[in-house]
């Protein structure tokens, strides 16, 4: 198994480039589905995740080809014979949970496996299947998989609400609209760019949208999707965890560059609370520059849908507020129990205290290194950035977490100065077995 050795008190220095969004390249891997033909994706990371729907596309009958050394993805979805998704490669990854929309837009059924939890807590999909519904399938639960018809002459189309908005939903509900007979609207649509991206490529593959990047999204079913070639955006997640990883372990007054961005998916409260930190921050088109401040201001936070405070981005927050000259809050709305990480984070000597849907951090904290365990994927992240601070090292363990959503972090890090280095170790080694 593998695990990161991170060396701390290393500055941060030069530049790093962002890869290709993850949470927006699944949804382009699903809206694929839809087209006969060959679609092709460009920006497309090298991660576990994109694995694996590689892997569930393949089953329906997709032939889908990667190629890591240019990022391009490409999907040929001319013979969909296997309306399928099975447990086995759902359980991995959530997001397979797309091919409900992707196989009822395409096929008009589908059997699809319930996605199960996460880490920190349940994940439900109930918004998913009264949508579906709403639309007019028929949706029966069969020994864990969701079983999903259309009439014969297929999807009629409907209205739905989401309540709470739902990034997930909104993509699986407009997989499905975007070829049923008639006319569908979605109501407290999610508009985090993710979406806004995923539905400018429905809508270049044929698909009639109106209301992108607004909370109604309405469609006009059409009886097919064209293939197309697509970029993808860059990832917000992974930018914004480069701009704390600067503001925390860059050199105060040295600037350090963040390529390949797009600097306005953070949303504008990431952007305010950041700033507020007193970290310097230059905004381009592609890229930004971050300036670490002598001293990093407390800022707390509460994290909302877009454009509020991603919840992908509270953990990393965590490792910010530590080093900050004063105590503050974080307060996830999205997820009430997103972390996982902080027990992890204490055994580095981290005080932070959680109640509820809330943790009070400490500032001023020195940090020490230690063998730290991966939970979850932003969780993993954390760890890594604790280790940039802490003194002497800290072993982040089963980072396969931290590689279903971040490309090469250890050599992008290698790379702008810091030490972080990849390791193999036996998980179930015991000091005198290692000794032996
Ligand atoms: C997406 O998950 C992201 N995943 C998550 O990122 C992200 O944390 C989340 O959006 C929120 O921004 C991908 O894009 C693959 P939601 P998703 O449906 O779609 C509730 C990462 O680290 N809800 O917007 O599953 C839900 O419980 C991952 O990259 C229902 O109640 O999130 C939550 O409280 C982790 N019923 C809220 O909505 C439903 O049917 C938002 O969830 C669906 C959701």
């Known amino acids: 198994m593998d695990k990161l050795v991170v060396r701390g008190g290393v500055p941060l220095q030069g530049s790093l480039t962002v890869s290709g969004s993850k ?7 699903a809206a694929a589905l839809l087209a006969e033909g060959t679609t092709t994706l460009q920006n497309i990371p090298n991660l576990k995740d994109i694995a694996t729907f590689s892997n569930v596309l393949r089953v ?17 979805s001319s013979r969909i014979e296997y309306p399928e998704a099975p447990y086995e490669l759902v359980k991995k990854m959530r997001a397979s949970f797309y091919m409900l929309g992707a196989l009822i837009g395409r096929c008009g059924q589908a ?7 996460c880490a920190w807590g349940p994940r439900p999909v109930d918004l998913h299947l009264k949508g579906m519904e709403a639309f007019g399938a028929s949706i029966d639960l069969d020994e864990g998989y969701v079983v999903a018809q259309t009439p014969s002459a297929g999807l009629p189309g409907g209205i739905y609400r989401l309540e709470p908005s739902s990034v997930g939903a909104t993509i699986n509900l407009a997989l499905a609209a975007t070829t049923a007979r008639g006319g569908s609207r979605i109501e407290n649509a999610a508009i985090e760019p993710d979406v806004v991206v995923f539905c400018e490529a429905l809508q270049a593959m044929g698909a009639k949208i109106e209301g992108i990047g607004t909370r ?3 469609f006009e079913g059409v009886e097919a999707l064209q293939p197309i070639s697509f970029r993808n955006c860059p990832d917000r997640i992974e930018l914004g965890t480069f701009m704390i990883a600067a503001a925390i372990a860059g050199e105060p007054g040295q600037p350090v560059r963040l390529n390949n961005a797009e ?23 592609d890229y930004v520059q971050v300036t670490a401040p002598e001293t990093l201001r407390p800022v707390s936070i509460e994290t909302e849908i877009y454009p509020g405070f991603p919840t992908d981005l509270q953990a990393q927050w965590t490792v910010l507020l530590s080093q900050a000259n004063g105590p503050a809050t974080i307060t996830d709305t999205i997820y009430g129990d997103r972390f ?4 992890e984070l204490g055994r580095m000597g981290m005080f932070a205290k959680v109640s509820g849907n809330q943790v009070t951090v400490e500032g001023n904290q020195q940090l020490q290194g230690a063998n730290v365990m991966s939970t979850d994927l932003r969780a993993s992240v954390s760890l890594v950035l604790a280790g940039l601070v802490a003194k002497g090292e800290t072993h982040v363990l089963r980072i396969y977490h931290l590689d279903r959503g971040y490309e090469r972090l250890e050599d992008k890090l290698s790379n702008a100065g810091l030490y972080v280095r ?10 005198e077995t290692e000794m032996a």
């Open 60 to 76: 329906s009958g997709a032939v889908v080809n990667a190629q890591p050394s240019t990022h391009t993805l490409s999907i040929d």
């Open 263 to 285: 600097p306005a998916h953070l949303g504008q409260a990431f952007i305010d609370a950041f700033q507020q930190t007193g970290t310097g921050l230059t905004v381009g088109t």
């Open 422 to 431: 990849r390791e193999q170790y036996d998980e179930f080694a015991t000091p």
């Open 216 to 218: 109604t999204l309405e």
């Open 23 to 29: 949470n927006t390249a699944l949804p382009l891997m």
């Open 111 to 117: 059997r699809v496996s319930l996605p199960g939890g």
């Open 340 to 343: 996982a990480h902080i027990p």
